[in-house]
């Protein structure tokens, strides 16, 4: 799969190959193929939630305690 570690990953054929292999909607080849999901954009996204530390896990914008209780919780109380 994709090397994280050094940016490099699948081109975006393959990658769109394999997740309609699996099953992935007809959006899937847009989204690969968009800028929203680079690791800059989502970065920056993280920034502006005020994510500063990984793992972070938010529902509906909230920090999630690191429990699966916690995370089950929220995500069944979440509208």
């Known amino acids: 799969m994709a090397d994280l570690t050094n940016g490099n990953g699948l081109p975006e054929e393959q990658l769109t190959a394999l997740g309609t292999q699996a099953g992935a909607g ?25 994510v500063n530390a990984s793992p972070t896990v938010l529902v509906n914008g909230q ?17």
């Open 63 to 79: 920090e999630v305690e690191h429990s699966v209780e916690a995370l089950r919780a929220a995500v069944v109380a979440a509208p």
């Open 26 to 50: 007809d959006g899937l080849a847009e989204c690969v193929s968009s800028d929203r999901y680079t690791v800059a954009a989502l970065t920056d996204e993280a920034s502006r939630a005020g």
